[in-house]
């Protein structure tokens, strides 16, 4: 968690982009990211030079030993003008970062492939006073705290939600963190997201990690009262986290820099954060291995709307669901990635529950005849507005095997108002998301404890309730429906209606008590 000191400088710089002339977040966050870059760079070589006079041994210098080499280290071009300063950034700095690049795989390995995705780095902001308090801020982030950098990079990126453009870009963090803890991933798995945003589902995999793994002594209290996790107990999984656990892929090349920054700054410094159209099929030839049987677990948002040029798309994921639709051919490309017994969450729109065409109906009977489709939260309409009003469910299923049950759950509140401004709410009854999580570990109990269909049926046969089962028999007699109000029970009450002779006497009683009034008013003319 962030101090209110830096949360209000974050906020102060914000207003000056915009003053400034910059009104697109993305641009904002991609902006901030080539100095905090700079400035993470001028780090890893102090560290690398205290190292070497510590130990007498040389080390491989990212910036050379003279004047100009040593003037693009951000401690030695921090100060400058704000004139001097743009031109410094723009014509030595940010070029310099196509030959940095090529090093961070080997002396810069804790920034990760970074480096790949800030070779084309361009200076946007033409306000020379926004670019000196933009630097001044970036200088006093205490980027050396690796429990408050990630939290200062999320900070930044909450600004795409409420500036309102580019929300496309975020899953809200409340679903995201119910959508790891449903899926529990493993340190030791290896976890992909297709369409990767801003690495929202991989950062936040990396904090429920830290959470699970931090030891009484991991586990403290920082200034403002939050609780911080360590994950002190993650040490034996480390160099498996770092250089081989986390996939994103993505072909907007502004999200592979923000993308690769937040894994950074969030302590994961190998996050494989690669430019792949994951539906075209020149995923076969680039990523041949993880095209196929590679995933533990994949969380994904994948984009909703759009259809694809069949020359294009990958022939394999075509052959399992002949479509166009985007969200379709997601789910088909998720079944291909996930090794067997591999895990998915994923959300998907309402249609690819219900729609009525061949592909719907191959792609639902695909997850319930040849694979595990285990659960499906049904959200309400608002959550992903103002952006879109659109109806979504989450998907939950393993690769594999075949179903027996389904596990559905009605959540018709996830904290927030389901309007445009999707102001917190307060209080019980405005939140599904604790009950949900909850009742989704009580069935998975159930089920990896060999359960009964009676003993399952007993706890979550009654279809009045917010969770249920359906036998996978039944969706199939339903041509593969998997809609939610395809199978939960509405209880209608009775309304009691008074008499109408008592209704007609209270509106006598109410007219005569408007004309009294209005005799009333009229005395007073």
Same mark, same amino acid.
């Given at each position: 968690m962030l101090t209110g000191p830096i949360r209000n400088d974050i906020d102060k710089l914000w207003e000056k982009f915009w003053t400034g002339g910059i009104t697109n977040p993305l641009t904002v966050i991609e902006q901030i990211s080539y100095l905090m870059f700079a400035r993470m760079l001028d780090m890893q070589e102090d560290l690398a030079e205290r190292k070497a006079r510590r130990t007498g041994k040389d080390f491989i210098r990212l910036y050379e030993e003279t004047p100009e080499g040593q003037?693009? +280290?951000?401690?030695?071009?921090?100060?400058?003008?704000?004139?001097?300063?743009?031109?410094?950034?723009?014509?030595?700095?940010?070029?310099?970062?196509? +030959?940095?690049?090529?090093?961070?795989?080997? $002396?810069?390995k804790s920034l990760g492939q970074i480096g790949e995705y800030m070779q084309d780095a361009d200076m946007e902001i033409k306000?020379?006073?926004?670019?000196?308090?933009?630097?001044?801020?970036?200088?006093?982030?205490?980027?050396?705290?690796?429990?408050?950098?990630?939290? =200062?990079?999320?900070?930044l990126l909450s600004k795409l939600t409420t500036a309102g453009i580019n929300g496309q870009f975020r899953t809200p963090r409340h679903i995201i963190d119910t959508m790891v803890e449903m899926l529990n991933p493993?340190?030791?798995?290896?976890?992909?997201?297709?369409?990767?945003?801003?690495?929202?589902?991989?950062? +936040?995999?990396?904090?429920?990690?830290?959470?699970?793994?931090?030891?009484?002594?991991?586990?403290?209290? @920082? $200034?403002?009262?939050? !609780?911080?996790?360590?994950? @002190?107990l993650l040490e034996p999984y480390r160099d498996h986290i770092n250089k081989n656990m986390f996939w994103g892929f993505d072909f907007d090349t502004t999200m592979l820099r923000v993308s690769s920054m937040n894994m950074a700054l969030h302590g994961v410094s190998g996050a494989h954060v690669l430019y792949q159209d994951s539906l075209?099929?020149? =995923?076969?030839?680039?990523?041949?291995?993880?095209?196929?049987?590679?995933?533990?677990? =994949?969380?994904?948002?994948?984009?909703?709307?759009?259809?694809? @040029?069949?020359?294009? !798309?990958?022939?394999?994921?075509?052959?399992?669901?002949?479509?166009?639709?985007?969200?379709?051919?997601?789910?088909?490309? /998720?079944?291909?990635? %996930?090794?067997?017994?591999? +895990?998915?969450?994923? /959300?998907?729109?309402?249609?690819?529950?219900?729609?009525?065409? #061949?592909?719907?109906? *191959?792609?639902? *009977?695909?997850? =319930?005849?040849?694979?595990?489709?285990?659960?499906?939260?049904?959200?309400?309409?608002?959550?992903?507005?103002?952006?879109?009003?659109?109806s979504t469910a989450i998907l939950f299923f393993t690769k594999g095997g075949t179903t027996e049950r389904?596990?559905?759950?009605?959540?018709?509140?996830?904290?927030?108002? %389901?309007?445009?401004?999707?102001?917190?709410? #307060?209080?019980?009854?405005?939140?599904?998301?604790?009950?949900?999580?909850?009742?989704?570990?009580?069935?998975?109990?159930l089920v990896l404890a060999n359960a009964t269909a009676e003993e399952i049926n007993e706890a979550f046969g009654d279809k009045k309730e917010k969770a249920f089962v359906v036998d996978a028999e039944d969706i199939a007699a339903n041509k593969f429906d998997l809609s939610i109000n395809r199978y939960k029970e509405v209880v209608y009450e009775e309304e009691v209606y008074e008499e109408p002779k008592v209704i007609l006497q209270k509106l006598r009683s109410l007219e005569k008590d408007i004309l009294g009034d209005l005799d009333e008013l009229e005395g007073m003319l």
């Amino acid at each position: 968690m962030l101090t209110g000191p830096i949360r209000n400088d974050i906020d102060k710089l914000w207003e000056k982009f915009w003053t400034g002339g910059i009104t697109n977040p993305l641009t904002v966050i991609e902006q901030i990211s080539y100095l905090m870059f700079a400035r993470m760079l001028d780090m890893q070589e102090d560290l690398a030079e205290r190292k070497a006079r510590r130990t007498g041994k040389d080390f491989i210098r990212l910036y050379e030993e003279t004047p100009e080499g040593q003037l693009l +280290r951000w401690k030695n071009f921090k100060n400058l003008g704000g004139s001097e300063l743009r031109t410094h950034l723009k014509e030595n700095v940010y070029p310099s970062f196509s +030959r940095l690049g090529n090093s961070m795989k080997t $002396e810069v390995k804790s920034l990760g492939q970074i480096g790949e995705y800030m070779q084309d780095a361009d200076m946007e902001i033409k306000n020379e006073s926004v670019l000196v308090s933009a630097v001044e801020m970036v200088d006093k982030l205490p980027l050396a705290q690796s429990d408050v950098k990630g939290d =200062i990079y999320e900070y930044l990126l909450s600004k795409l939600t409420t500036a309102g453009i580019n929300g496309q870009f975020r899953t809200p963090r409340h679903i995201i963190d119910t959508m790891v803890e449903m899926l529990n991933p493993q340190p030791t798995d290896t976890v992909c997201d297709p369409a990767c945003g801003t690495a929202g589902f991989l950062v +936040r995999t990396m904090e429920y990690l830290n959470r699970r793994y931090s030891s009484e002594f991991g586990i403290f209290t @920082d $200034e403002e009262g939050n !609780t911080q996790y360590s994950g @002190d107990l993650l040490e034996p999984y480390r160099d498996h986290i770092n250089k081989n656990m986390f996939w994103g892929f993505d072909f907007d090349t502004t999200m592979l820099r923000v993308s690769s920054m937040n894994m950074a700054l969030h302590g994961v410094s190998g996050a494989h954060v690669l430019y792949q159209d994951s539906l075209s099929k020149s =995923i076969k030839e680039n990523f041949p291995q993880q095209e196929e049987d590679f995933f533990d677990c =994949i969380l994904a948002n994948p984009p909703f709307k759009g259809s694809l @040029d069949e020359t294009n !798309t990958n022939p394999d994921v075509l052959g399992m669901v002949k479509t166009k639709k985007t969200e379709l051919l997601f789910v088909a490309h /998720i079944l291909r990635a %996930l090794k067997l017994g591999g +895990r998915a969450a994923v /959300i998907v729109p309402d249609g690819v529950v219900f729609g009525s065409s #061949k592909a719907h109906k *191959q792609l639902r *009977q695909e997850l =319930i005849e040849n694979n595990q489709l285990e659960g499906i939260v049904s959200l309400p309409s608002g959550v992903f507005k103002p952006y879109a009003g659109v109806s979504t469910a989450i998907l939950f299923f393993t690769k594999g095997g075949t179903t027996e049950r389904v596990w559905f759950y009605d959540l018709q509140a996830d904290g927030y108002s %389901l309007d445009d401004k999707r102001t917190e709410l #307060k209080g019980e009854g405005g939140n599904d998301l604790p009950d949900a999580l909850a009742r989704w570990q009580e069935y998975r109990e159930l089920v990896l404890a060999n359960a009964t269909a009676e003993e399952i049926n007993e706890a979550f046969g009654d279809k009045k309730e917010k969770a249920f089962v359906v036998d996978a028999e039944d969706i199939a007699a339903n041509k593969f429906d998997l809609s939610i109000n395809r199978y939960k029970e509405v209880v209608y009450e009775e309304e009691v209606y008074e008499e109408p002779k008592v209704i007609l006497q209270k509106l006598r009683s109410l007219e005569k008590d408007i004309l009294g009034d209005l005799d009333e008013l009229e005395g007073m003319l």
